[in-house]
């Protein structure tokens, strides 16, 4: 018998037929009776007093049933650093600040109403670049703070630091050195569909939300913290996804568009739909955070790192999201990529007057990478050693603890780098110039949950009926990931019946049992676990029914053949193979004794154990229901910035191999070979979809996608300007799936989600270094920048 | 809210009817590509669009002695066209890089023209293969060669009652190459930075005659006669196309500006590169 019929094979996406045949219900698709329209007025200045704001146009337009402005509502403030309120009345400090909301029968009626909104402002001195933001004198973009505390700078009051060994000792002892700058900038998480929901409040002001977020248990938090303050203390929060369109971030924090809708909702006891359309989500919806890095590393002679000394600056933008907790994440690759003994990072985010930021795919890993990787070339140039060597003289190895604590167990790095190095022929290839080079980095990520709230846990509910089917409550979300059909593999193998018997309901607080999010790479490591634990108390169910129930079947039958034919000779069975339920199994929708699986009496479906164990006399009948909650002995962030917060890290090596036009600057990717350790394979054709998806990602972020903010407006808010890279630029990838087994993972998988995208646009700049010998930066890596530094070459 | 009528006539001397009836109140469609972007974009609309998808007559591609290219000929057709490919390279390549396929499908040549946009991916094309426009008006009809449709960006001479029926590119175009490149980031849904289209003539390794035509590299699609003229009569070799290309990138031809989608310097830099580069696959596409 093979070890597993369904974890570890290619099986086809389960649920995505609706949505390609359109059947699935979008945010874009719901509708509730009554709803009205939400449309919001946005800012036309980057730093400027509200002098007045004037309504009664819009109020007057038929169809329209409220207007509000910060005077409306509650003045209350909201967000992780609560910096801001839900609707700006005295000072706008970005373009995208929100400054009042119209609901109507109609998304025309409301769009119009706001264009009747007339606002007048005084100008402001703003200011844009973090650098000259944080010099003295410039001006302030946040007078005072949450408490109405006056503020001298703009600096935030979130001292990242990390600092682990001696610093000076290291320099001293270092052979070699080498010091870069390097920068990040905005990129839009481009879900295909556009931010959305509705609010609606029953006649008790309980709310229903149907929300896209996939942190649906942490936006209820964020709304009951809100309510307390707005006078709705105690009422009840559901938030229910639609089918969601993706989400690589964007769905992370609760944005004030969804406080918007709420207040609309309120006021006019309808449910209001905001639905943003793309200019929107490119305007108004918080992208990923931008840094720029001043790095300096040491080695011995030998190559071995001796220190990392890095300091970012992130522009945080006007208010504070999530970006601003980026370099929690970033301080792992800073501390832990390769081993490196003394380790120092310090961030430091600045308010300014440009669109602010939140998560996406990697949460500062990119940024952070891209500094990491771009010094471990510079310094292996420095030390003479080969990139691909340098780097695996230092790989992280299995039972490492890193300077942060990490403790990493299952740790494939070793193959990822060889397998690149094999893959892109980098022996034969490396240091040849003439336009063609290659390029590699790595990294690491957590695969294991991330400890990032108090708990870390994730619940799931399964049930069974008499047919076979099997509900399963799942507490995280479907974003798109796949994760409906790994669960279903992972329950049906946990089970012992098929994917197709497993019916997911996802993302319903009413109904799951509590989650930390669908983030950080951990749904597929969290859900699993808890399936398997949940799936193991279900099973056990079953097989204590089947103990009871399968001697009584068999041996009913016996009576019924010799009613029929008095002739007919009982067999002579050994009952003891079915005795204990320790003794049974289920396997493809069969109970089995383990003795003898194929045994001509016992083997029985499980849908007939599941009938009789229902459908009988009073006080006996039973149903087979089971739930779990696992929440991993991980740790929270310490005061030092150190604790084991992942099960398990994963690794992987992204190599290229460019052709740069030194006449044009262009680049193109001629191969990437993406190497990944991802524990186990869950499902291979879902896991290349990951690794593809988030290389390309990467290959817009290394090479073509910015969000442009001039002077704090963002210029190129649609897809025909915004370059993302479309299925014409796809690049040929060859993935290398590394499969160590981790220990604490379902059946040895770690998540994958997130990797793919960490170490592709340095990679890519590596590999354009080699090719042409000059270095840029700055992402991304547009011909325009390589042209101006081949001509300062030359 | 937008609002407006739609009325798809069946034949020419209804739409002309129409224009006159609406005058500046109507707009006509083909494709609709620019159109309905324009309306979303501006929130206004003309009170009526005048689909041109009624008149099938005028969706044709032929050699007949001159090539006659419809107005309703779709880019896709223009992509999937072999004559197009064969004789017309640079054509075909304007238009088969032209948005998407979806695109391309519904997106008609002379709505690319007569939008007007200095990036118009077939403009440097047409430019470069000496094409003619007809219009037709409830007057009559006229000729009018590319060079002086456009008057500036998104302005033809074409007059409110008139109707482009067909782009016309003469036989003598049959003993040239052409070749055009489209530099844009990525490989689809994109709007050049700057197109370049070369044609020319061999008379054995000498240049006997040449176009070279430019897309947003001034307020309209323009020819750098200078460009052209200096290669007029040199050999293909090197130095002199390197020397064309540098011509070509200068203010003798151009006017740069820098925009978002790219630094006029830059732009420079392209054109520079790639008219010898385009001159090349030109020559060696002579029949
Ligand atoms: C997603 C997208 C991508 C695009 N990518 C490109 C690209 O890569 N390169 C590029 O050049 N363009 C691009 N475009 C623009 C557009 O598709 C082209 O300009 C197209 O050729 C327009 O043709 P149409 O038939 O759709 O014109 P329409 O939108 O129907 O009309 C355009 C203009 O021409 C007028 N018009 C149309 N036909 C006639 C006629 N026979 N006589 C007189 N006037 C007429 C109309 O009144 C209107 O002013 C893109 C557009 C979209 C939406």
């Known amino acids: 018998m093979p070890d597993h019929l369904f974890v570890g094979k290619s099986i086809p996406r389960t649920i995505e037929a609706d949505k390609v045949t359109g059947k699935a219900v979008y945010i874009n698709d719901l509708k509730r009776p009554g709803m009205l329209y939400g449309k919001i007025l946005y800012s036309s200045h980057a730093h400027a007093r509200i002098k007045s704001i004037d309504t009664s146009m819009a109020k007057q337009l ?10 409306d509502i509650p003045d209350v403030r909201v967000g992780f650093l609560k910096d801001q309120t839900v609707l700006k009345k005295d000072v706008v400090r970005q ?42 004198g410039a001006p302030l973009v946040h007078e005072t703070d949450a408490r109405g505390r006056p503020l001298k700078s703009n600096i935030l009051p979130l ?71 707005i006078g709705l203390a105690g009422k009840k929060i559901r938030v229910v996804n639609p089918v969601v369109g993706g989400s690589f971030g964007t769905k992370l924090d609760t944005d004030i568009y969804e406080f918007i809708a709420i207040q609309l909702a309120l006021n006019t006891r309808k449910p209001v739909k905001i639905l943003f359309d793309r200019e929107e989500e490119f305007c108004a919806l918080p992208p990923r955070q931008p840094a720029v890095f001043t790095i300096e590393q040491g080695c011995d002679k030998e190559g071995r790192l001796i220190f990392r000394h890095c300091e970012a600056i992130l522009d945080n933008g006007a208010y504070t999201s999530w970006g601003a907790t980026t370099p929690s994440v970033m301080i792992m690759p800073m501390s832990s ?75 494939g790095l070793e193959e990822c780098i060889t397998a690149v190095r094999d893959r892109l022929q980098w022996d034969q290839k490396r240091g040849k110039q003439r336009g063609r080079g290659v390029g590699m980095a790595s990294l690491i990520h957590v695969a294991g949950g991330a400890r990032v709230t108090k708990s870390d846990g994730h619940g799931i509910r399964v049930k069974l009926d008499e047919f076979g089917h099997v509900d399963v409550i799942e507490s995280g979300t479907d974003q798109g990931q796949g994760s409906p059909t790994v669960i279903s593999q992972i ?9 197709e018997d497993i019916f997911l309901t996802f993302g319903d607080t009413a109904l799951a049992l509590w989650d930390a999010g669908t983030h950080a790479s951990r749904h597929t490591f969290m859900a699993g676990n808890a399936a398997v634990i949940a799936c193991a108390k279900a099973k056990r169910q079953i097989l204590d029914m089947a103990v009871e129930l399968i001697p009584r079947l068999v041996k009913g039958e016996f009576k019924r053949m010799k009613r029929k034919d008095p002739e007919f000779v009982e067999p002579d069975l050994d009952y003891g193979l ?20 194929d045994h001509p009496y016992f083997k029985v479906p499980i849908s007939e154990i599941l009938r009789n164990g229902l459908h009988v006399g009073i006080g006996e009948s039973r149903v087979v229901a089971a739930e779990a909650f ?12 150190k604790g084991n917060l992942s099960m398990t890290y994963a690794f992987g090596t992204t190599g290229v191999e460019v052709e740069v036009d030194e006449e044009t600057g262009e680049v193109q990717i001629l191969k990437l070979v993406a190497a990944h350790d991802v524990g186990k394979a869950m499902n291979p054709t879902l896991l290349l979809g990951q690794i593809y998806g988030a290389g390309y990602t990467g290959v817009g972020y290394g090479l073509t996608e910015e969000i442009k903010v001039r002077n704090g407006r963002v210029m190129n808010p649609s897809f025909r300007d915004y370059q993302m890279l479309t299925a014409m630029d796809v690049v040929p990838i060859e993935a290398v799936i590394v499969e160590p087994g981790d220990k604490d993972g379902p059946y040895g998988a770690k998540g994958v989600g997130e990797p793919g995208l960490v170490p592709t646009a340095p990679a890519i700049a590596n590999a354009v270094y080699d090719a042409i010998g000059v270095r840029i930066r700055d992402l991304p890596i547009t011909p325009e920048k390589i042209l101006t530094a081949l001509k300062e070459r030359k | 809210m937008i609002d407006y009528d739609y009325r798809k006539p069946g034949n020419l001397e209804e739409v002309f009817s129409l224009l006159k009836e609406y005058g500046p109140h109507a707009a006509l469609i083909a494709g609709g590509t620019d159109v309905m972007v324009k309306i979303r974009n501006t929130r206004k609309a003309p009170e009526v669009l005048i689909s041109l998808r009624g008149l099938k007559e005028l969706s044709y591609i032929r050699k007949n002695g001159d090539y006659h290219i419809g107005a309703l000929a779709t880019h896709r057709m223009l992509e999937q066209s072999d004559l197009v490919q064969r004789e017309l390279t640079a054509l075909y390549e304007g238009a088969s890089r032209i948005g998407s396929v979806q695109v391309r499908n519904v997106a008609t040549i002379a709505g690319n023209i007569c939008n007007a946009a200095p990036s118009a991916d077939t403009a440097g094309p047409l430019l470069a293969l000496d094409a003619q426009v007809l219009l037709q008006g409830p007057e009559g009809e006229r000729r009018v060669p590319i060079t002086e449709f456009f008057t500036g960006t998104y302005k033809t001479v074409r007059k409110e009652t008139e109707v482009v029926t067909e782009i016309r590119i003469p036989a003598e175009m049959e003993r040239f190459g052409s070749a055009y490149w489209k530099q844009s980031r990525r490989k689809a849904m994109n709007l050049p930075i700057v197109g370049i289209a070369v044609s020319l003539r061999l008379d054995n390794a000498t240049i006997s005659d040449a176009r070279i035509a430019l897309t947003v590299a001034a307020p309209t699609p323009i020819r750098a006669y200078k460009a052209e003229e200096f290669l007029t009569g040199k050999p293909m070799d090197e130095a002199v196309l390197a020397e064309a290309g540098r011509i070509a990138a200068s203010t003798d031809c151009c006017t740069l500006r820098d925009s978002l989608r790219g630094e006029a310097w830059y732009r420079a830099e392209i054109i520079e590169a790639y008219v010898p580069r385009m001159a090349k696959l030109a020559a060696e596409r002579i029949n």
């Open chain 1, 62 to 71: 038929q169809g329209v049933r409220a207007v509000l402005t910060g005077q």
């Open chain 1, 95 to 136: 373009f995208r600040d929100e400054v009042a909301a119209v609901a109507a029968i109609s998304p025309e009626i409301a769009e119009e109403a706001v264009s009747l909104i007339k606002v007048e402002y005084e100008k402001l001195p703003a200011v844009f670049d973090p650098f000259e933001a944080m010099k003295e």
């Open chain 1, 159 to 229: 001292p990242w630091k990390f600092a682990v060994g001696d610093m000076e000792q290291a320099r001293k002892d270092a052979a070699y050195i080498a010091k870069d700058t390097v920068s990040t900038t905005w990129v839009n998480q481009c879900c295909m569909g556009t931010s959305g929901c509705i609010a609606e409040f029953d006649q008790n002001n309980n709310l229903t939300l149907y929300d896209q977020t996939n942190v649906i248990f942490g936006h209820i938090g964020r709304i009951s913290e809100y309510f307390e303050r």
């Open chain 1, 337 to 411: 990529l390769y081993r490196v003994p003394n380790v120092y990072f310090k961030a430091t985010c600045v308010y300014t007057n440009n669109i602010y930021a939140q998560a996406m795919r990697g949460y500062g890993n990119p940024q952070a990478t891209f500094a990491v990787e771009t010094s471990m070339d510079s310094l292996a140039e420095a030390a003479g050693i080969d990139p691909a060597e340098f780097r695996f003289i230092n790989r992280n190895r299995p039972g490492d603890e890193t300077p942060m604590n990490l403790k990493i167990t299952s740790c």
């Open chain 1, 491 to 499: 329950v049906s193998e946990a089970l012992g019946v098929r994917p």
């Open chain 1, 578 to 597: 079915i005795a204990n339920p320790e003794d049974m199994d289920i396997r493809d929708r069969m109970i089995f004794p383990k003795k003898d699986p």
């Open chain 1, 630 to 641: 696992y929440d991993p002995p991980t740790e929270m962030l310490n005061r030092d910035m």
